[in-house]
């Protein structure tokens, strides 16, 4: 069992930044994937970035690409959010998510989420 624990949401104005961690009870190198998704009310899960814990390699959707980036911390079990250049649009909650294993593209195959953490972007 996995558990995650996300912190450093909060209020930002436009253009801002935010970095967002996520700390695991497990070595991270133990899952194939861990991810941001992101959340608003009425909408599913979109993921927003992902990086694959054994060589790091990162992913990104293309609303994010150029002004967010994930990164790990092995010593530290934390996986880590910056946001730069945020948007009104980029208000959600976001959650952090591991795969055990398989191609883990989708929030379906995450076995283990976080509780989440609001980011709000305002004029």
């Known amino acids: 069992q996995v558990q995650l624990v996300e912190s450093g949401g909060g209020s930002v104005q436009a253009g801002g930044s935010l970095r967002l961690s996520c700390a695991a009870s497990?070595?991270?190198?133990?899952?194939?994937?861990m991810a941001w998704f992101r959340q608003t009310p009425g909408k599913g899960r979109e993921g927003v970035a992902y990086?694959?814990?054994?060589?790091?390699?990162?992913y990104y959707a293309d609303s994010v690409k150029g002004r967010f980036t994930i990164s790990q911390d092995n010593a530290e079990n934390t996986v880590y959010l910056q946001m730069n250049s945020l948007k009104l649009e980029d208000t959600a909650m976001y959650y952090c998510?591991?795969?055990?294993?398989?191609?883990?593209?989708?929030?379906?195959?995450?076995?283990?989420w976080g509780q989440g953490t609001q980011v709000t972007v305002s004029l």
């Open positions: 497990e070595y991270i190198v133990s899952v194939s994937y």
């Open positions: 998510a591991a795969c055990l294993r398989g191609r883990c593209r989708y929030s379906y195959e995450y076995n283990y």
């Open positions: 990086i694959y814990t054994g060589g790091g390699g990162t």
